[in-house]
């Protein structure tokens, strides 16, 4: 078994400057130090020794188009000489115009009206906002509660906390902080969509909106379900009038191999969230999409049926140009066919990791690989091991997991699985602790 650090000389910036930083989601007491990253390249993270990974991550599914590409470099360049930042509110600009329209063309539906954010968390708390005040503006008071699934996971401020799962996510010791909301399982049976409609029908008058991350629940386990599925709430959702809000933040721009996963159910949500891939990974920007129906009703002669919502850094130019860019790659570029030809890789490569002990399930879904295990033991030296085998993969929970980048070539992803099977076999010899 491997030692613990990821056997990396330390710079000077890191040694000075750790004792400074609060790492996210991490025992700062007991954890390695984190690695020190210098630049990127292509799919690779450039290590301070010079060392370079494969990212198997795609920095939290943002780099869909790999790192440093020059199209985006370049938008962004312009921009910056142009106008880096203008408040929003009584202002528009070009990036945030164009980008607005192009998004209300590439979402199903009607989902024309595009609010700006800077994250991901904050697109599910506007979402979250317009579901209860969609009611309120119709003269409709009480609906105020929301209905999420097990395993869901929709951010880390309060309101997305709230429709995390209650139980089996890292936000279950808030309990009593956050709003309690309804959490339900992912219907799956004909009885369960029973269920569930007869639920929504039962709940109706104080329930606001569903929301779901459709096909892939992310943080939450890394859990897939059926576009039938999907497909099947929204008529619930529909049947009941109840909002139906996607989280696609993780799925959406190509990850599952459409460019949203709700176009595998053939479902237009009232309210669609988007973020991490929407600037290609490069700048921090979220989006919440309403229908015009969702829209209307905000349209009023009271000032107070207006959304009282606006953050300082919402539709940053730099960020939309970012993004306006990001979005000419997905024309221009074979993104959405290699998210597809990577399902079947991915399956392939990774399933002689099936037959190994404490493996539980071996699974893909468009650009997203699964290893499923009974108990993630020794994670700090599994975690090195994959940095020393030249790729980097942060599993976590009960998942050893990989998003890369959906521009990686076939050689290196082949290159990316067989080290992760191979990395997984020698772990799944080591004594469970
Ligand atoms: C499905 C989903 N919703 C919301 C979020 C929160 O996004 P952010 O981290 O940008 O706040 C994430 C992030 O992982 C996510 O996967």
Redesign the pocket.
């Known amino acids: 078994m491997s030692s613990e650090s990821h056997n990396l000389s330390t710079p000077d910036w890191q040694q000075s400057g750790y004792r400074n930083i609060w790492m996210p989601y991490t025992q700062m007491e007991t954890s390695p130090l984190p690695l020190p990253v210098v630049a990127t390249e292509d799919v690779h993270l450039v290590l301070a020794d010079g060392r370079k990974l494969i990212d198997g991550m795609a920095s ?2 943002t780099a869909c188009h790999g790192y440093n590409h020059p199209h985006i470099r370049q938008a962004v360049e312009e921009q910056l000489r142009v106008m880096p930042h203008v408040m929003f509110g009584g202002i528009n600009h070009e990036p945030a115009l164009r980008l607005a329209q192009r998004l209300a063309r590439l979402t199903p539906g009607n989902l024309n009206r595009v609010f700006f954010s800077d ?6 708390e506007v979402a979250l906002k317009i579901a209860v005040q969609f009611w309120l503006n119709q003269g409709v008071e009480g609906r105020t509660k929301f209905v999420s699934f097990q395993h ?6 309060t309101g ?1 906390m709230s429709v995390c799962d209650p139980l089996n996510s890292m936000h279950s010791h808030f309990k009593g902080f956050l709003l309690e909301q309804y959490s339900r399982q992912i219907p799956t049976s004909e009885a369960e969509h029973a269920a569930f409609d007869a639920f929504l029908g039962s709940q109706q008058s104080e329930i606001a909106g569903v929301i779901i ?1 459709p096909l892939i ?3 939450g386990g890394m859990k897939f379900h059926s576009p039938e599925s999907v497909a099947k709430i929204r008529e619930a959702c529909q049947r009941n009038q109840v909002l139906l809000i996607a ?5 959406g721009f190509g990850r599952t191999g459409t460019m949203f996963a709700c176009e595998q159910a053939d479902v237009v949500p009232d309210i669609l ?1 988007v ?2 891939g929407l600037t290609g990974g490069t700048l ?1 920007l ?1 989006a919440t999409i309403a229908t015009d129906d969702v829209f209307n009703t905000f349209l009023s002669d009271d000032s107070l049926a207006a959304l009282m919502h606006g953050p300082t850094f919402m539709a940053n130019p730099l960020a939309c140009a970012a993004a306006n860019a990001s979005l000419d790659l997905f024309e221009t570029e074979p993104r959405l066919d290699r998210a597809l030809a990577m399902q079947a890789e991915l399956s392939d490569q990774l399933s002689p990791c099936r037959e190994l002990p404490g493996v539980v399930d071996v699974r893909a879904k468009g650009a997203v690989g699964v290893i499923q295990v009974e108990h993630l033991h020794h994670l700090d030296q599994l975690r090195a091991r994959f940095v020393e085998a030249g790729i980097w993969l942060r599993p976590f929970g009960n998942v050893i997991y990989m998003t890369p980048p959906l521009s990686i070539t076939a050689e290196q992803l082949t290159t990316l699985c067989a080290e992760t099977v191979r990395v997984v076999h020698e772990w799944s010899s080591w004594p469970a602790d």
Do not use: F, L, P, R
């Open positions: 939290w599914w994250s991901g968390s904050v697109s599910v869901a996971y929709h951010g880390d401020t997305a991350e629940q992310g943080a989280d696609e933040i993780a799925t969230c973020g991490k921090s979220a």
